[in-house]
């Protein structure tokens, strides 16, 4: 399947610093990805859907001035963490979509980047 | 009512056993139906996907689709120690961008 790389797998911030996650697609294009966050023994939450070349969608609850995405290339994405507080500590996991993929359309996942947050 | 469900268990079954893993979904219009594998501390990693009433049969894996009864399962024969996991069953809805996930099975397979 396709390659996404995701940096840095886990990062420990002090509260109110801002923390930058990277997500990659290695071998293919992926003009959509997907940013997820998962609490301890839930379910992955969609936090929002990162265009190329245009502004993230977010989610419903979801506030796009603390968690900042850019997709500035057909590669790379990244979420930015701002202001970061203990409720923030998840994992984070990032998504991509081969450009052209058939109507399946199979999700692959970067490895996730567990934040906490002192 | 949430768009994908599924027995959060923990389900146990004996090393070599079959595991039958359950979800349903809300969306009538859904198209695609995935079954991603998650252990612990790991990021998810696609199984199977399935899009046709029926099964589909993938070496040990074998995904079966009821649109009619908005049900999709995964079997698993010869459960191994390594199949412990949670799997998470996923939905493509009418909205191709938007996938919607259960909230995950927990399969414990003892030897």
């Known amino acids: 399947g396709a390659v996404v790389s995701q940096h840095p797998s886990w990062v420990i911030c002090k509260s109110g610093t801002s923390v930058k996650i990277e997500c990659r697609s290695l071998d293919f294009q992926a003009t959509t990805m997907f940013w997820y966050r998962q609490f301890p023994k839930q379910s992955l939450m969609l936090m929002a859907t990162s265009n190329e070349g245009s502004k993230a969608t977010y989610e419903q609850g979801v506030e796009k001035d603390k968690f900042l995405i850019n997709h500035a290339s057909l590669t790379l994405s990244t979420l930015t963490v701002t202001s970061a507080h203990p409720e923030d500590s998840s994992f984070y996991i990032c998504?991509?979509?081969?450009?052209?993929?058939?109507?399946?359309?199979?999700?692959?996942f970067g490895e996730g980047s567990r934040l906490t947050v002192l | 009512q949430k768009e994908v469900e599924q027995n959060s268990g923990p389900l146990s079954v004996p090393e070599g056993a079959i595991a039958s893993l359950n979800c349903t979904y809300s969306?009538?219009?859904?198209?695609?139906f995935f079954w991603y594998r998650q252990y612990s501390g790991k990021s998810p990693e696609l199984i199977m996907f399935i899009y046709s009433n029926g099964d589909k049969e993938d070496g040990r894996f074998t995904a079966q689709l009821n649109k009619a009864s908005q049900y999709v399962s995964l079997l698993i024969r010869d459960s191994q120690p390594s199949d412990s996991a949670t799997y998470l069953c996923a939905v493509k809805g009418y909205n191709f961008n938007k996938f919607y996930f259960g909230s995950g099975t927990k399969l414990n397979v003892k030897p």
């Open positions: 969306d009538r219009g859904s198209q695609s």
């Open positions: 998504s991509a979509r081969v450009r052209g993929a058939p109507t399946t359309g199979e999700l692959f």
